[in-house]
């Protein structure tokens, strides 16, 4: 070894607590991109996988009822590769261990089995029989949140008709990724599910012999999807056609798309972001950590070094430094990605997950990091060699030191010399201290963008199940129900007040936009439900016209005011024009509104509800519970508080692993950069103090001067990092908002509180450690050197 | 206060010659330090032109400089300027491996009779010591030009009558052009020539009849 690679080792070792904290730095940069893309790569790889292995359908349609013959006419669209008809039926289910009304998507199961199209794949037993009315598979994460073993019975109201099922099976498909009640934003394992039976069983039951009222297609390579789903829309109006749609609009996949674009969002955001303020970090303290080895570079110059020979000695130095991190970053990255994917694996039900670490990502977030360290090396080192030798082995010239404007403020008497010495040193050296403050703010800001998502997940919650969906319980009916049921649902069990509405599906479109959702038509001044507008107050439902989520008219183009066409995709599918009439504002999903009687006038039809809101006595909901699942008509019941369990669930265990991750992270770069900066500013300038000590200041005194120059930095950059982490809030949320969710800006005091603590913490610690090792200043070995 | 350019030099005319001793003496201020570090490929001058046999060394780029110092000078530091990193031995092989053909740090460490010290740190040293690791690495490339800022100033008198006395002995046996700086006149006396300085110029040059031992010396 040479003895200048021997002089690296030794001072990597002398400074191996600085070495390790930017170290710490790196690594949560990298770790953190990395864990973030492994896990977006391993979802992306997986979905596509599953998709293509079980052969995920491309065109969806649901109709009223047609002959199993039609069958060869949608084969024979130009396009269509494959064609699936089946029987869908939503049923009420009664599981005798459990209260509450469950509701159920009957399935028929394919003829073709598995190689049919959006095929099962089977966790346990087997697919049920085609003929044998009884025997059901449910989805695996139904039949865990009710502990359903093999053989085990329960009941379903198929068609009016009580009966009881077997299970053989539990099963996960492609297309059910995410089971969701239609109504529901987020799924609920235990009051709902997907269930499959056998197709000749369920065609009995629903009077579908020889006929069916779903299908499902696949495209050959290169097929026009619009053309295709046009020729099926035609061929089926008469037989009450739904309106096709392809797998964009797919509801599973629609979910798993988003939280994976959303994911995918932040993947490229949080990265990006802490790699952009790791490097930046880096760059300060690796440039401040070598500017401090002028002499030494001075030395080697004045001995024959040339320039790029220092150069490449201190940028070996920065990369074991930044390599350091950079391998246990992949290592750290790896691993959360591992759990992370786990959680999603887990979440969405994938029958398995595919995860590899991409040579190429580890690549990047190696080379983000060692570029921005060889930056500050390059500019540190090229300062100082472009001394001339003679000038740099001497201690740099004294520093020109003036009157701060404070002192000029006339403050001047009130302060002392030491004071003095803070603030004429922080005003003199104005840049590298502009450099220490950003760099503290930055620290502190990451640290909102990791909180602020369980902030505005608390207030989402609020706002959506405390000002806008008031409701104890929401019934929806199988079919469009007369006003009368009214009377009987407010004499059932327990009900205090009824809201009803009517929920029709549609599809909006203006100019080119178009838009699959649902209008609502909701009673007037109802207290239960409640539109909210940009400010949350309670919207004055107007009398006519159309209300809609102000991010939908966003996407649509719309203002108030305009015309929209309005397609029903219902009944006998009327198309017409209504007007916008104002804008509500929805965090989850986008709808539109409309006054009940107003769309009942729309749709050409008398006093019609599809569904009511409950106040509910809660002292009573069991026995209500029990009158409900007596009633046929009523096809699904939800229940807010669970809902907001529900939502709760779903954030819990997606969105707020990786915060909490990102907080521990940002953590330790608040930390790495400001022990650093402690650090580094006891080098710069132990000399000067410990010749105070030698003039007969105290310890204290002299940790004074030191740690107050810090001190001064940290309060100012507190303020400044929590403003700089709201605007990155801001930005994290303008860029995830989506038709689901949008993201508002939320951020509580504690936050705030949590944030500056942690950077004051962090300051009060490196202090600790930097006082230490200022109590131990070799005063007679300073005296001794050259000044 | 304004800035006001002073010169640290004012028109120096000066030869020296292969193998020679020379003293240059003055007071502090007086400009001799910036002399010793244009001579030896540290510093440039404004104007004028310094020539190293053949070779113009005012017209040198960074490159060229460092390259002149590399093979051709060793230079000596009132504060040794040792890296506090490395060993005494390593400090002389930081020199030897970059030089052409250089003695090993062990004879180099061996002239200055530090042969049994060379595997302790600066910080492990007494001034006296790291002066001669200082010697020692400026010796060990077999420099044609030896230059030296002080040697003495940082030490007391029985270490400074040492160090000089290698110093000596380096350009005795070595013929090493050997150039040292001081403000002690007492040092002059065992030169070949002394040149006087004041105020950036040369007052006078002197050449001594005998030169007197190092060993002595006492001021």
């Known amino acids: ?787 | 206060m304004g800035e006001v350019q002073v010169p640290a030099l004012r028109g120096v005319d000066l030869d020296l010659y292969a193998g020679e001793f020379v003293v240059l003496l003055g007071p502090s201020g007086s400009g001799k330090s910036t002399l010793l570090n244009i001579l030896g490929g540290l510093d440039t001058p404004t104007s004028g032109s310094v020539r190293y046999a053949d070779h113009d060394l005012s017209l040198d780029d960074d490159a060229s400089m460092t390259q002149y110092r590399r093979s051709h000078v060793g230079f000596v530091f009132q504060f040794y300027n040792l890296i506090p990193s490395l060993t005494a031995r390593e400090n002389v092989a930081l020199v030897t491996e970059i030089a052409a053909s250089p003695m090993t740090p062990e004879e180099a460490l061996a002239l200055v009779g530090l042969g049994q010290r060379m595997d302790h740190f600066p910080t492990q040293m007494s001034g006296g010591e790291q002066q001669r690791v200082a010697i020692a690495r400026a010796v060990a490339k077999r420099p044609q030009v030896l230059l030296c800022d002080e040697p003495t100033g940082a030490l007391d008198v029985q270490t400074g009558v040492m160090v000089l006395d290698v110093i000596a002995r380096v350009n005795r046996e070595l013929k090493t052009t050997t150039v040292v700086i001081t403000h002690n006149a007492v040092i002059a006396a065992m030169a070949d020539r002394v040149v006087y300085f004041g105020d950036g110029l040369v007052a006078r040059i002197e050449t001594n009849a005998e030169k007197k031992p190092a060993a002595g010396l006492r001021w």
Request: glycine share 8%; with cysteine; proline share 4%.
């Open chain 1, 1 to 787: 070894m040479s003895a200048l690679d021997r002089k690296l080792w030794r001072d990597l070792w002398q400074m191996k607590s600085q070495a390790l904290a930017i170290a710490l730095v790196v690594m949560c940069g990298v770790g953190t991109y990395i864990m973030f893309l492994t896990t977006l790569g391993a979802l992306r790889v997986t979905q596509d996988s599953y998709y293509r292995d079980y052969r995920f359908a491309e065109v969806f349609v649901s109709l009223k009822r047609a002959p199993q013959p039609l069958r060869q006419r949608l084969q024979d669209i130009a396009g269509v590769d494959q064609v699936e008809t089946r029987v869908l039926a939503q049923v009420r289910v009664d599981m005798p261990a459990f209260a509450e009304p469950v509701t159920a998507l009957m399935v028929s199961v394919s003829d073709s089995g598995r190689h049919g199209l959006n095929a099962l794949h089977l966790s346990a037993g087997r697919l049920p029989a085609p003929e044998r009315p009884g025997e059901v598979a449910v989805g695996k994460a139904f039949a865990q949140a009710h502990a359903l073993q093999l053989g085990d019975r329960f009941y379903a109201i198929l068609n009016g008709r009580r009966q009881a099922l077997t299970l053989v099976g539990t099963a996960l498909s492609p297309e059910f990724i995410q089971q969701m009640r239609p109504g529901s934003v987020f799924p609920d394992y235990k009051r709902y599910s997907v269930m499959w039976m056998g197709r000749r069983a369920l065609g009995q039951a629903y009077d579908m012999h020889g006929a069916f009222n779903d299908v499902a297609l696949s495209l050959r390579p290169g097929a026009d999807s619009q053309y295709v789903i046009d020729s099926v829309d035609e061929l089926l109006r008469p037989y009450g056609g739904l309106g096709a749609y392809a797998r964009k609009d797919q509801l599973s996949h629609r979910f798993l798309s988003q939280e994976l674009e959303q994911l995918g969002t932040l993947a490229s955001l949080f990265p990006a972001m802490f790699m952009g303020i790791a490097a930046f970090l880096l760059n300060v303290v690796i440039g401040r950590l070598v500017a401090m080895q002028r002499e030494q570079i001075a030395t080697l110059k004045a001995f024959g070094y040339g320039n790029l020979a220092v150069l490449w000695h201190y940028l070996k130095m920065v990369s074991l430094i930044a390599g350091l991190g950079i391998v246990s970053g992949t290592a750290l990255g790896v691993w959360l990605g591992q759990a992370l994917s786990g959680i999603y694996m887990e979440f969405y039900h994938f029958p398995y997950l595919k995860f590899s670490l991409q040579p190429v990502t580890v690549m990047e977030a190696a080379l983000a990091s060692l570029l921005a360290a060889g930056a500050g090396t390059v500019f540190a080192v090229w300062r100082a060699a472009s001394l001339r030798p003679a000038q740099g082995m001497r201690p740099e010239p004294p520093t020109r030191y003036r009157e701060t404007w404070v002192e000029k403020l006339g403050l001047k008497r009130w302060l002392s010399q030491p004071t003095r010495m803070i603030i004429r040193h922080i005003q003199r050296r104005a840049l590298k201290s502009m450099l220490t403050l950003l760099g503290i703010a930055m620290a502190c800001g990451i640290i909102l963008t990791g909180l602020f998502q369980r902030d505005t997940v608390s207030y989402m919650v609020n706002i959506q199940f405390g000002m806008a969906q008031r409701e104890d319980l929401s019934l929806t009916f199988t079919e469009p129900t007369s006003y009368r049921v009214r009377f009987d649902l407010l004499g059932l069990p327990g009900v205090q007040h009824v809201e009803v509405f009517r929920a029709v599906p549609v599809r909006l479109r203006h100019g080119h936009r178009s838009y699959r959702t649902g209008i609502r038509g909701v009673e007037p001044g109802g207290d239960i439900q409640r539109l909210l507008d940009a400010d949350l107050r309670p919207v004055a439902l107007p009398a006519d016209g159309l209300l809609l989520t102000d991010f939908l008219a966003k996407m649509l183009d719309l203002r108030v005011g305009d015309r929209v066409v309005v397609e029903v995709l219902e009944g006998n599918r009327p198309v017409r024009e209504a007007t916008v009439a104002g804008l509500v504002r929805e965090y989850l999903g986008v709808s539109g509104y409309m006054d009940l009687a107003a769309l009942n006038r729309f749709m050409q039809e008398g006093p019609t509800l599809s569904g009511a809101y409950l106040s509910v006595d809660s002292a009573q909901l069991q026995s209500l519970y029990a009158r409900l699942k007596g009633m046929p008509r009523v096809a699904g019941v939800a229940e807010r508080v669970q809902e907001i369990r529900n939502f709760n669930r779903v954030m819990q265990e997606t969105m707020l692993f990786f915060t909490y991750v990102a907080t521990v992270f940002a953590v330790i770069i608040a930390f790495g950069v400001i022990y650093n900066s402690a650090r580094i500013a006891l080098t710069e300038r132990g000399r000067e103090l410990a010749s105070l000590r030698v003039l007969g200041f105290t310890r204290a005194e002299i940790a004074y001067i030191l740690l107050g120059e810090l001190g001064i930095l940290t309060l100012i950059a507190i303020p400044l990092g929590l403003w700089l982490g709201e605007w990155m809030c801001y930005y994290i949320a303008h860029t995830m908002q989506n038709d689901l969710f949008r993201v508002p800006v939320v951020l509580v005091p504690q936050t705030y509180a949590f944030a500056a603590a942690v950077v004051l913490v962090s300051a009060i610690l490196s202090g600790l450690a930097v006082r230490r090792r200022l109590d131990q200043l070799d005063l007679i070995a300073v005296l001794k050197t050259a000044e």
